[in-house]
């Protein structure tokens, strides 16, 4: 295995930011970047990444292989939460497993946005129709959570299974990214030249911002997880290191763009802390917020951004 492709992420600028982050907690520093700010560096990201893979598909025909891609993305989120939520269940409570399992069947945009990122400097490419992918994602898991919480404590769910489906496809980062997709798949090819310094030249900038700011937000979050033992510390780094080989190792037959892969792998082993979160809030309200955001956001982030990524490259590479 060439191991300068882990020291290479781990003196990636965005992860050196993100760990300035956490060390300013640490620090007790007053470092911190102004809400709005980061709202703003989020939404950027959301519209370049959407963008970009819009005029990616536009150059693209809709093949059998983008639609087995699609299914294959779709089935991988349904799934994860179901064998999750059984390892789960016993030790953390059937409101709590179903939580983050659906956490975890779902997909962090961020960590996709580090994955394009970590692509392009190996030179690289992935199709434009993984931004759909990673789109259609998000859904299916919040679904399966409220299926199995249902199941488990029908008394005990709040919110139609119609509303959490609606709610997972107008979540603002789900909206954005398919808007940005479609806008960028019908836009004319000259006029988006003329907003290409803003989507693509910038981008990785605003992506050491952002960490930056995660780093901040996870030290912040850190001290009062790990009260919770380790068991959760192991699930949110053993599950998403799991996923992520088994994908890097299956996807060959999904796909035989290495950069693909490598997409379908990340998305497999990230977790989502944004919109996940929102949803159980409808149909979930005994979950633990304090317990499945840490999991995601302080663990299997930096896991994924530090070994996981630089693992799953190395397994697609040999396959």
């Not at 489906?165 to 798949?185: C, D, E, K, P, Q």
């Not at 990340?266 to 979950?287: D, G, T």
Request: hydrophobic share 55%.
């Amino acid at each position: 295995m060439d191991f300068q492709i882990l020291i290479n992420n781990l003196t990636n600028p965005s992860l050196l930011f993100f760990i300035l982050g956490v060390l300013a907690v640490k620090l007790k520093s007053d470092l911190e970047i102004p809400p709005t700010s980061a709202k703003f560096i989020a939404l950027y990201l959301m519209i370049s990444i959407g963008f970009k893979g819009g005029q990616e598909l536009s150059h693209s025909e809709f093949t059998a292989g983008i639609f087995w891609a699609l299914a294959f993305g779709v089935l991988l989120s349904a799934s994860i939460p179901f064998y999750t939520f059984f390892i789960l269940k016993r030790k953390l409570g059937v409101p709590n497993a179903a939580a983050i399992a659906a956490a975890y069947g779902s997909i962090s945009a961020v960590t996709f946005v580090a994955a394009a990122a970590f692509l392009e400097g190996q030179g690289v490419s992935f199709g434009g129709h993984m931004v759909a992918v990673m789109a259609l994602m998000e859904a299916p898991a919040i679904i399966s959570g409220v299926i199995l919480l249902r199941k488990y404590t029908p008394s005990k769910s709040e919110g139609g299974l119609k509303q959490i489906v609606i709610h997972a496809f107008t979540n603002s980062s789900v909206l954005l990214i398919l808007g940005s997709l479609v806008i960028g798949l019908i836009a004319d090819e000259k006029q988006a030249e003329g907003i290409k310094p803003f989507i693509t030249d910038i981008f990785k900038g605003f992506l050491a911002v952002f960490l930056l700011d995660m780093g901040i937000t996870s030290g912040r979050k850190l001290k009062a997880f790990f009260k919770t033992g380790y068991f959760s510390s192991l699930f949110a780094t053993l599950i998403p290191l799991i996923n992520g080989v088994l994908v890097a190792y299956i996807s060959q037959w999904v796909s035989p763009e290495v950069g693909d892969r490598l997409i379908f792998a990340i998305l497999a082993a990230s977790a989502s802390y944004i919109a996940v979160p929102a949803a159980m809030k409808l149909s979930n309200p005994e979950a633990d917020e304090g317990l499945y955001v840490p999991m995601a956001l302080a663990v299997t982030f930096p896991f994924n951004l530090t070994l996981g990524m630089p693992i799953y490259w190395m397994i697609i590479q040999s396959t």
